[in-house]
Nanobody
Framework: QLQLVESGGGLVQPGGSLRLSCAAS????????IAWFRQAPGKEREGVSC????????DYADSVKGRFTISRDNAKKKVYLQMNSLVPEDTAVYSC???????????????????WGQGTQVTVSS
């Protein structure tokens, strides 16, 4: 079964950090661009960050630039999202998504992905 499984969410105080992981099961990430999305209650899904197959291209939403860092380890079939200086507005369900791509140097934070994980809850609150 082909799956993406997120982990690492939880409750954190404002100013704290979390590292989310996205693990691929049943397939290799070597040919997939990966992105993180989030959705807060009552709000539309928002693209947070993406990383190309090569890892050389990344992109971030303006709201997280300078605070979040995306990375990947294809050998471990994992993608990570390091989140620092968290604020209550970062509270949401975070999901990773994958799209097979012939170009190893591009990615997008638009929701043009065909494989999605179930998500992990991130709550930033004091």
């Amino acid at each position: 079964q082909l799956q993406l499984v997120e982990s690492g969410g939880g409750l954190v105080q404002p100013g704290g950090s979390l590292r989310l992981s996205c693990a691929a099961s049943g397939f290799t990430l070597d040919y997939y661009a990966i992105a993180w999305f989030r959705q807060a209650p009552g709000k539309e899904r928002e693209g947070v960050s993406c990383i190309s197959i090569s890892g050389g291209r990344t992109d971030y939403a303006d709201s997280v630039k300078g605070r979040f860092t995306i990375s990947r380890d294809n050998a471990k079939k994992k993608v990570y999202l390091q989140m620092n200086s968290l604020v209550p507005e970062d509270t949401a369900v975070y999901s990773c998504a994958a799209e097979r791509n012939s170009n190893p140097f591009i990615c997008t934070i638009l929701p043009h992905y065909n494989r999605w994980g179930q998500g992990t809850q991130v709550t930033v609150s004091s």
